[in-house]
């Protein structure tokens, strides 16, 4: 059965730097998102993304934050100078487009230090 | 504003016995509604939707939910609990009628499930 795959499962950084988060979702998925779940709290949208252009973002996609499409089969997040407060579990989907079914990957956590 | 509640953040159940995982929603416009599993290790796995029609859906792994627009609930339910279905479950509710959207989670109920 096809599934969205994330890597790496666990990413360590230190607070400043710059990281990217990878995801190749299911092949003729044509809807991309990204979500995160802060330890305890409730998963929480973040942007979703459609015919290369971001589609819709939360208030937590601030400028610090930006998604690209490199090619045909990932979808990056990519954050440019890490906080603390963005220590998280992040989840990559994708949809088809039909009825906003949408399929998670297993997460990627983040740890600021 | 779009809100889901699961009210209950860990239960636990012995092998064999009856479950239920309560939802209630605040959405503005008709919902689709979702209940999604994650095992340790694991992604978000999809369980079921509710999108229109029959009210009853079933899902996989003998689970099934009702949905109940006059208490604005979607609760999960299954007969027969195996120790598999250890896990975490999340409620999740997105705009009806659109192929694309945010969801809102819920903050997940943890299922124990005792031998």
């Known amino acids: 059965e096809p599934e969205v795959t994330q890597t790496p499962s666990h990413q360590v950084t230190q607070m400043g730097q710059e990281v990217i988060l990878r995801c190749v979702p299911i092949?003729?998925?044509?809807?991309f998102y990204w979500y995160r779940q802060i330890l305890g709290q409730k998963v929480e949208f973040l942007v979703s993304?459609?015919?290369?252009?971001?589609?819709?973002k939360s208030e937590i996609f601030d400028d610090q934050f930006s998604v690209e499409r490199p090619d045909g089969s990932n979808f990056t997040l990519k954050i440019r100078s890490t906080k603390l407060e963005d220590s998280a579990m992040y989840f990559c989907?994708?949809?088809?487009?039909?009825?906003?079914?949408?399929?998670f990957g297993a997460g990627t956590r983040l740890s600021v230090l | 504003a779009q809100s889901v509640t699961q009210p209950d953040i860990h239960i636990t159940v012995s092998e064999g016995a009856s479950l239920e995982l309560r939802c209630n929603y605040s959405?503005?416009?008709?919902?689709?509604l979702f209940w999604y599993v994650q095992s340790p290790g694991q992604g978000l796995q999809l369980l079921l939707k509710?999108?229109?029609?029959?009210?009853l859906v079933q899902g996989i792994k003998g689970f099934e939910a009702e949905f109940k627009r006059s208490q604005s609930s979607f609760n999960l339910r299954k007969p027969s609990v195996h120790w598999s279905d250890a896990a975490e479950y999340f409620c999740?509710?997105?705009?009806?009628?659109?192929?694309?959207?945010?969801?809102?989670f819920g903050r997940g109920t943890q299922l124990t499930v005792w031998p």
């Open positions: 959405y503005g416009a008709t919902p689709y």
């Open positions: 993304f459609y015919n290369n252009e971001i589609s819709e």
């Open positions: 092949s003729n998925h044509l809807y």
């Open positions: 989907a994708s949809s088809p487009g039909q009825g906003n079914i949408q399929y």
């Open positions: 509710y999108f229109s029609g029959d009210t």
């Open positions: 999740a509710v997105g705009k009806g009628g659109s192929t694309l959207g945010r969801l809102y």
